[in-house]
C-alpha cells in the first residue's frame, strides 16, 4: 500500500513539476515572439542583430542562414514560432554586422528584419489590413527556398526596414 501511495504521490509531483517547465518555455517563446512581433510590425525600430542573435541563443532559429538573396539572411525555425497570427517558416534580415549577416555586392538593402509564412500574399494582407497601410512595412511572395523539392509552395515575407 505504501509503494502504490508513494508512486502516486511521485507521479503528481513529475506531472506537476513537468508541467510548470511546459508553461515556462511556452511563456519564453512568448517573450521572443511578442519582441520579434513588435519589431517586424514596425512598432519598434527593428533591430535584427540583437534580435536574431537572442533567437538563436534561445535555439529558436538555426545558428547560419540557410539562404542569401541580396544580402538579406534566411535562417530556419527550428521550435514553434507564431508571429501577428501566423506560422513562421523563417526569420530574414540584414543589418552591418558581418557576423550575423552575409553581405553581397552592390548596394544595401538597409536594415530589415522580418519573417517568410506559409500563406498567400493575399491571405497575408487581408488579414493584416491595418499594418499593410504603413510604408516601412513590407509584404511580398518570397523567394525563400524552404519546401519539399518538387513541391509547389506559397510563401510571403513580412518586414519591416529602414533605409540608412
Given at each position: ?7 502516486i ?22 517573450k ?44 530556419r ?17 540584414f543589418d ?69
Amino acid at each position: 500500500m505504501k509503494k502504490i501511495i508513494l508512486c502516486i504521490v511521485l507521479t503528481v509531483v513529475f506531472a506537476v513539476s513537468a508541467t510548470g517547465q511546459v508553461k515556462t518555455v511556452a511563456s519564453q517563446y512568448k517573450k521572443f515572439a511578442d519582441a520579434l512581433e513588435t519589431q517586424v510590425s514596425c512598432a519598434q525600430e527593428p533591430e535584427p542583430t540583437k534580435a536574431i542573435r537572442a533567437l538563436q541563443k534561445a535555439g529558436i532559429i538555426s545558428r547560419t542562414p540557410y539562404n542569401v538573396v541580396d544580402s538579406i539572411s534566411y535562417f530556419r525555425v527550428r521550435k514553434p514560432l507564431t508571429i501577428l497570427g501566423f506560422e513562421v517558416y523563417s526569420v530574414l534580415g540584414f543589418d552591418y554586422n558581418q557576423k550575423v549577416f552575409a553581405r553581397g555586392p552592390g548596394t544595401s538593402p538597409g536594415t530589415t528584419l522580418g519573417i517568410v509564412v506559409p500563406y498567400s500574399v493575399e491571405e497575408v494582407k487581408s488579414k493584416l489590413k491595418n499594418l499593410d497601410s504603413q510604408k516601412s512595412i513590407i509584404i511580398y511572395e518570397s523567394e525563400d527556398e524552404i519546401g519539399l523539392k518538387g513541391k509547389a509552395h506559397v510563401r510571403t515575407e513580412i518586414h519591416c526596414f529602414r533605409i540608412p
